[in-house]
């Protein structure tokens, strides 16, 4: 079985919470199903089990909930020239 492709989802200011970063990410509807996700184990973070909604994370940290994974992004450079 193949393992789901990873979103990359660019963030503005690092670090982000998980909490915050599961609704941004799509991978929770609201804050209340983020609390509910990771309550009952369902939120992983690079590979191992998470349990603290404010935990932080930094570019590159993968968090999976199910079969979707995403990934902290940094935000695309703006072209000044």
Known sequence: MSRAPIQDV???EHP???GQFLKLAGLAEHG???R????AEQVQVNGRLETRRGAQLRP???VAV????ARVAQ???A???
Do not use: F, S
């Open 79 to 81: 072209d000044t020239t």
């Open 10 to 12: 660019p963030i503005a």
């Open 32 to 34: 209340v199903h983020a």
């Open 75 to 77: 935000p695309p450079i």
């Open 66 to 69: 199910g079969g979707q994974r």
């Open 60 to 62: 590159g940290d993968v």
């Open 36 to 39: 509910e996700l990771i309550e």
């Open 16 to 18: 982000i919470r998980l």
